[in-house]
């Protein structure tokens, strides 16, 4: 399995890059994330590197091989799609074969590769059935199943999983990423879904405006937010960014996660002064909202058995070494 490396790509639909000059290096073996919201570029990324659009500029090689002007059945990129596209006429194990069939694998190795696809992703006792006859989430695993049974180097999914019910996601979530380190397959993999690229990523690439903001591993991004706007998408509620003055003495945004405040009921000389205003109990967890004298509002996240009365005055203090300092206006870390 190969590593992917993108160069400078740039993607336009008329006036407007849907992918902004991105660069990125997916390691052999990798887990990627592209995650970001609706808009932000991440299937026309995806497209650019499975070849089913044409970049403007910029280079994408795969496995140290220049595959920018080559068509997508020249690429050994296997693609899961959001719509798991199974052909109904098609038996489960026809289905799986499919893309074995068009590369015309002789018949005993094509019933080898679906039978042994099948196992991984336990549908064997589906093969000879018609998708009609499987669930959403056996659905789901077909379109696995075809993906990896063709041996690809890359494999890459958009929004695999949006289509199912919480809990089967959940669930699929899960086996997914299990089934991935057991291929040893270099994947990238689109959600904006901030959970599910948090819990599978090795990496997270988090993209607004068809850049990437930020890429590092899921605690990384989640701890240390390279932009207020990634401290935002990630993580709920999202990070907090309070008007404050820098250690420096200037002004910036004081971003400090939920989890990072202690709450005081006592006035207390380094904490902020501010009046409790919703209580949200969430079983691990009760999540206080807190508006301060300045106006501003803060989440804070407390134990479940702490109880202070609605309108009660507390007072907040950022844990030592989490507090982290934006931009004011550009919103980037500015944090040493
Ligand atoms: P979503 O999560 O909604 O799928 P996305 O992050 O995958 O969003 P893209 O689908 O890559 O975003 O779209 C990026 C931008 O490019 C959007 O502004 C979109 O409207 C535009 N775009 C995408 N495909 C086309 C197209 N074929 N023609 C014109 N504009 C397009």
Redesign the pocket.
């Known amino acids: 399995m190969s590593s992917i490396e993108i160069s400078n790509v740039t993607k336009r ?2 006036d ?1 890059p ?2 902004d000059n991105v660069s990125l290096t997916i390691n052999k073996h990798e887990f990627m994330v592209l995650l ?10 995806l ?1 650019s590197i499975v070849g089913l659009e044409r970049v403007d500029s910029g280079t994408v090689t795969i496995g140290g091989r220049d595959v920018t002007n080559r068509v997508p059945r020249k690429r050994n990129i296997s693609m899961v799609f959001q719509s798991y596209a199974v052909f109904p006429h098609m038996t489960v194990f026809d289905n799986i074969a499919f893309g074995l069939r068009n590369q015309k694998v002789a018949d005993n190795e094509v019933k080898r590769r679906v039978g042994e696809a099948a196992e991984l992703l336990h549908i064997t006792e589906l093969l000879d059935r018609k998708p009609a006859a499987a669930s959403g989430g056996q659905r789901q695993r077909i379109a696995v199943a075809r993906a990896i049974a063709v041996d690809a180097e890359v494999l890459l999914m958009d ?1 695999p999983l949006s289509n199912l019910d919480a809990l089967l996601r959940l669930e699929m979530r899960a086996e997914l990423k299990r089934l991935m380190k057991e291929l040893q397959v270099t994947v990238v993999y ?1 959600t ?1 879904d901030q959970i599910e690229a948090l819990s599978m990523g090795d990496r997270i690439a988090v ?1 607004k405006d ?1 850049q990437i903001l930020q890429c590092a591993a899921p605690l990384e991004v989640y701890d240390r937010p390279a932009d207020r706007f990634v401290g935002s998408f990630i993580g709920n509620p999202p990070m907090n960014f309070i008007p404050s003055l820098s250690p420096t003495g200037a002004a910036a945004l004081m971003g400090i996660r939920a989890e990072n405040i202690v709450l005081h009921e006592q006035a207390h000389p380094t904490a902020l002064a501010g009046r409790l205003s919703v209580i949200e109990p969430l079983g691990s967890q009760n999540l206080y909202t807190v508006v301060l004298q300045s106006g501003h509002t803060v989440k804070v996240a407390t134990r479940p058995d702490l109880h202070i009365p609605i309108d009660a005055a507390v007072w907040l203090e950022p844990m030592t070494g989490k507090a982290l300092w934006f931009d004011v206006d550009r919103g980037n870390s500015v944090t040493s």
Request: with cysteine.
């Open positions: 639909y008329g407007k849907a992918v970001g919201p609706s808009g932000c570029g991440k299937t026309t990324l497209r929004e689109v904006h993209m068809g």
